[in-house]
């Protein structure tokens, strides 16, 4: 995984980012999709400054709340986010996960995957971690998109902001999209993201299907689960 979002600077654009995030509601949208029932424990890899957690204990606070990320800054900043909520946040890699056997009942992710280096070993690490019919929906930006269509729609969701706040949202996407294999991101073909799924643990108990976030046409679910 690469050593530039492990950084003090990384963890900075990643603050701006994650709280735009939030602003724009795409944290709720992701806690609405998960399997959020009761009292379940809840793992956010890459979890950065934690406000996806805050959004999963707002939709259900019954919920146990773990954060894992590979930078130390940014736990830092997530421990601040959220000091008022029971949180095990910890400086870690989903590659070697720090947790015992069938320990979670739901795992996500919102664009980490792009940065993990053996993602089929990580996948099962996340088969490892699952408990018997729990769920791990990982939320990533594909190969196989439309960028320009993708930009037009962030524009689009930001009309209401300050020009220059749309101009840095938009060049930030585009750069991420275009050229984030400068820093470590790739993006997989939906066809390469099934047979990774289907050649570790989960096997079968896999599905990856093409879907939006904001309205934004350039994510998949990869969606995995651990049979009871």
């Not at 894992?68 to 400086?91: H, N, P």
Request: charged share 25%; net charge neutral; proline share 4%.
């Amino acid at each position: 995984m690469g050593r530039f979002f492990e950084g003090k600077y990384a963890a900075w654009m990643q603050k701006l980012v994650s709280y735009r995030r939030q602003e724009s509601g795409l944290y709720r949208e992701i806690a609405d999709r998960l399997p959020l029932d009761g009292s379940t424990r809840v793992l956010d890899i890459g979890t950065g400054t934690g406000l996806q957690l805050r959004a999963v204990h707002d939709r259900q606070p019954g919920s146990e709340l773990f954060g894992l990320d590979l930078s130390a800054a940014a736990i830092k900043t997530a421990r601040i986010a959220l000091k008022d909520l029971e949180a095990d946040l910890r400086v870690g890699s989903i590659a070697a996960a720090p947790y015992e056997d069938d320990f979670f009942g739901v795992v996500t992710c919102n664009a980490s995957m792009s940065y993990w280096e053996k993602p089929r070993g990580c996948f099962n690490e996340i088969f490892r971690i699952l408990a018997p019919g729990g769920e791990a929906l990982l939320f990533e930006p594909h190969r196989e998109i439309d960028i320009d269509a993708a930009l037009d729609q962030i524009r689009e969701n930001m009309s209401d902001q300050s020009p220059l706040r749309r101009w840095g949202a938009v060049r930030l996407n585009a750069f991420a999209l275009r050229r984030g294999s400068r820093v470590g991101m790739k993006l997989y073909s939906q066809q390469e993201l099934i047979d990774l799924a289907k050649s570790s643990s989960f096997g079968e108990n896999s599905s990856v299907e093409e879907t939006s976030l904001l309205n934004i046409p350039i994510f998949v679910c990869v969606h995995l689960w651990k049979p009871a």
